[in-house]
């Protein structure tokens, strides 16, 4: 995680590669890879796009991290029995690309600590060190996109959705 981090931080060389990347493609093959553990944990893990290309300028290795962060932390720390969505689509002349549960979800006043390196949620059993959404941020930082993270379910304050909001290629 640490590694990862590193190369996510802008002034790592990686960071001048940006190309086209096609996130459909990219999203569905990282969810592919998530769903032997998905399986394991009993958790319903889905795709969700109905685009038929999705362009943004990119680095592919680094929203592939992304990607594998939010898959991991919706698939670690959620109990057996939740759905998780992983989505893409256009709105606005912005991609956004979600991966939503139906789960535990992550207290208001949690939302924005858990970007913060080495900020874990207490009460929580499940091992990690807390780099994952620090993570996620930096990548998406370096992509000029934000992200956005709330309540699945606003109004019953359940679930967690973690949106990575980019402008088109």
Avoid at 34 to 52: F, M, N, Q, R, Y
Avoid at 68 to 85: F, H, Q, S
Wanted: aromatic content about 4%.
């Amino acid at each position: 995680q640490l590694l990862s981090l590193a190369r996510a931080e802008p002034d790592n060389s990686q960071m001048q590669k940006f190309a086209p990347v096609d996130l459909i493609k990219l999203l569905t093959e990282v969810t592919s890879d998530w769903v032997p553990k998905a399986l394991e944990k009993h958790i319903d893990l889905g795709l969700s796009c109905t685009l038929s290309q999705c362009l943004i300028s990119g680095n592919n290795m680094l929203l592939q991290e992304l990607i594998n962060n939010l898959l991991d932390n919706a698939i670690r720390y959620n109990p057996a029995g939740t759905k998780v969505t992983a989505s893409l689509k256009v709105m606005n002349q912005e991609v956004i690309l979600a991966v939503q549960d139906d789960g535990i979800g992550i207290a208001t006043n949690e939302q924005q600590k858990v970007f913060e390196r080495f900020y874990r949620v207490l009460g929580n059993t499940e091992s990690g060190c807390g780099l994952g959404l620090a993570i996620v941020r930096e990548i998406a930082l370096q992509h000029h996109a934000r992200v956005e993270l709330a309540y699945r379910d606003i109004q019953h304050a359940q679930g967690t959705a973690v949106k990575v909001i980019f402008t088109q290629l």
